[in-house]
């Protein structure tokens, strides 16, 4: 047995093993639900209520999937590319030190010049952290799997350092966190007395912003060459080198624009736990949006609603809230499968 690519998939080649995957794993979940002690459809229907059956869960599923669409794109675009970013989650500390370091009185502007500012900075520092190892791939041939994973250790160390040290709030009681950022650095609210904020809307731009980028732009077909046969796009006259780099410069500003959306949209200060592993998950949203930016805003919301849902759901029933991850690794490994087998078929030698 082999597998033998298919030179042009149909439309129902390449929606239907998707389809199935998304099936196969609410059955997979099902059938964990039912081994746990629970109803399957009473789990779903708990899930689906705690993540949009009230104004407050639905604006918290809103809220919990605006880092998730950027850390969404961050991958969707450097996978598109070839470029193989497992460092998001570092890229987004790093957006969100820079947002903490210059927001905390470092500038003394008003809103509407300080927050794009802000926002500016964050990109810069996700897209520098990239940048790095997009430059060992490049000129050493250096594995950027390898080195964009260990960054997200190295940093998280680094930030650790600095809520011991540089950036420890005086006033914080001993606790390991950055002082407040000024109101000025903060995203306003969507709706007063609630969490969500405008970062959401920025999270919106950004994904119709890639998805212009990828069908309507040089670069984006340059992404997609690159992406599709590095060689060929050599010879074809296309920079790869040039091409790889502008791909890790917007990916990892991508994901530190989470970072920054965290900080000053939600949390107000830094913590070691801002992230409870965003960058990871992007991936998985990545994966289920089959790379597509508009599809990467479905994806996330998808993502967050059975985080959220999970934990209403757990409250309600008593089945263990890790159902949830569950169910994502279960999409990610099955979606990775349907990728596959919507592009290539078995043959028998």
Same mark, same amino acid.
């Given at each position: ?28 979940? *099902? &059938? +964990? ?6 109803? =399957? !459809?009473?789990?779903? $229907? /708990?899930?689906?209520?705690? #993540? @949009?059956?009230?104004?407050? *869960? &639905? +604006? ?6 605006? =880092? !998730?669409?950027?850390? $969404? /794109?961050?991958?969707?675009? #450097? @996978? ?270």
């Amino acid at each position: 047995m082999r597998l033998e690519p298919i030179a042009a998939p149909s439309w129902q080649r390449r929606l239907m093993p998707p389809a199935l995957a998304l099936l196969a794993t609410f059955a997979i979940a *099902a &059938l +964990l639900a039912q081994i746990a002690g629970g109803e =399957p !459809l009473s789990i779903f $229907g /708990l899930i689906l209520t705690g #993540a @949009f059956g009230s104004k407050f *869960a &639905l +604006l918290e599923t809103l809220n919990r999937a605006t =880092p !998730l669409i950027f850390t $969404g /794109l961050a991958i969707a675009v #450097a @996978f598109r590319a070839k470029l193989w970013n497992i460092g998001a989650e570092a890229q987004l500390y790093a957006g969100a030190v820079i947002t903490v370091v210059l927001g905390t009185g470092a500038l003394s502007l008003p809103a509407p010049l300080l927050l794009p500012l802000l926002g500016l900075a964050a990109m810069v520092a996700g897209a520098a952290l990239l940048l790095g190892p997009a430059l060992l791939k490049t000129r050493l041939g250096v594995d950027e799997v390898v080195t964009t994973l260990l960054f997200n250790f190295i940093f998280l160390l680094f930030v650790s350092y600095l809520l011991e040290g540089p950036l420890k709030d005086p006033m914080g009681m001993g606790w390991p966190k950055s002082p407040r950022l000024s109101p000025e650095a903060r995203l306003p609210r969507v709706v007063d007395g609630l969490r969500l904020h405008w970062g959401f809307a920025l999270a919106l731009i950004s994904a119709v912003a890639i998805w212009v980028i990828n069908t309507r732009t040089t670069l984006g077909y340059e992404m997609r060459a690159v992406g599709q046969n590095a060689e060929a796009a050599r010879f074809a006259g296309i920079p790869v080198t040039r091409v790889i780099l502008k791909t890790a410069l917007l990916s990892g500003g991508l994901a530190g624009l989470a970072g920054y959306s965290e900080v000053a949209g939600l949390k107000g200060a830094l913590t070691l736990d801002l992230s409870p592993g965003f960058g990871y998950t992007g991936i998985v949203v990545a994966m289920l949006a089959l790379l597509h930016p508009l599809g990467v805003v479905f994806a996330a919301l998808f993502v967050a609603a059975i985080f959220v849902g999970a934990d209403s759901m757990s409250r309600a029933a008593g089945v263990p809230s890790y159902l949830a991850d569950i169910m994502l690794a279960s999409a990610l490994l099955l979606m990775v499968l349907a990728i596959l087998l919507s592009k290539f078929r078995l043959r028998r030698d």
